[in-house]
T-cell receptor, first 114, second 113 residues
């Protein structure tokens, strides 16, 4: 079974530029999550999708971050404009949405904002 | 709100030593508890989980017991290997109504031969 795929693996941009990350979840997984993991901290949920609808985006900085999950499969996370404090690893995870809630994580995209 | 507190690292052990990484939580109701492991350059992998009080999760020689009376879920392994070197995260969630996973800050483990 293929895992959660993310791209790119690394991205370096200058502040005020825009950037986008892509995630392809495990086939058949209805729930998709984006997390931000700042160096030395645990992952923090940014947004959760159930199929193509948003379940929770309470911690997403909506003035600069946006995310979509068209057709309930792939998802993109965008930052525009980026700030220095956005430097982090962005993790995508998916789960089947059942009561066990086992989340499967991708390898992440490491973003450096200079 | 819900939160998880882990012992601060880094933890450095010799091969075959006993490992304990402490984890305590604050939550309403009866959360599910998890340990995830992150190897260098990789995403998080589920190591073990427990869904109710007194449950013991186990995998790859690691164990953790859900202790509601002490709100703890400490990770243990009797004999660590160099290959266990990684960052370990304790986490909780409340399925099926709220799948938002709350993670601790992580504990980096280094095992020396």
């Amino acid at each position: 079974e293929a895992g959660v795929a993310q791209s790119p693996r690394y991205k370096i941009i200058e502040k005020r530029q825009s950037v986008a990350f892509w995630c392809n979840p495990i086939s058949g997984h209805a729930t998709l999550y984006w997390y931000q993991q700042i160096l030395g901290q645990g992952p923090k949920l940014l947004i959760q999708f159930q199929n193509n609808g948003v379940v929770d985006d309470s911690q997403l900085p909506k003035d600069r971050f946006s995310a979509e999950r068209l057709k309930g499969v792939d998802s993109t996370l965008k930052i525009q404009p980026a700030k220095l404090e956005d430097s982090a690893v962005y993790l995508c995870a998916s789960s089947s949405g059942d009561s066990k809630n086992i989340q499967y994580f991708g390898a992440g995209t490491r973003l450096s904002v200079l | 709100g819900d939160s998880v507190t882990q012992m601060e690292g880094p933890v450095t052990l010799s091969e075959e030593a006993f490992l304990t990484i402490n984890c305590t939580y604050t939550a309403t109701g009866y959360p599910s508890l998890f340990w995830y492991v992150q190897y260098p350059g990789e995403g998080l992998q589920l190591l073990l989980k427990a869904t109710k009080a007194d449950d013991k999760g186990s995998n790859k020689g690691f164990e953790a017991t859900y202790r509601k009376e002490t709100t703890s879920f400490h990770l243990e392994k009797g004999s660590v290997q160099v290959s266990d070197s990684a960052v370990y995260f304790c986490a909780l969630s409340h399925p099926p109504y709220n799948n938002d996973m709350r993670f601790g800050a992580g504990t980096r483990l280094t095992v020396k031969p």
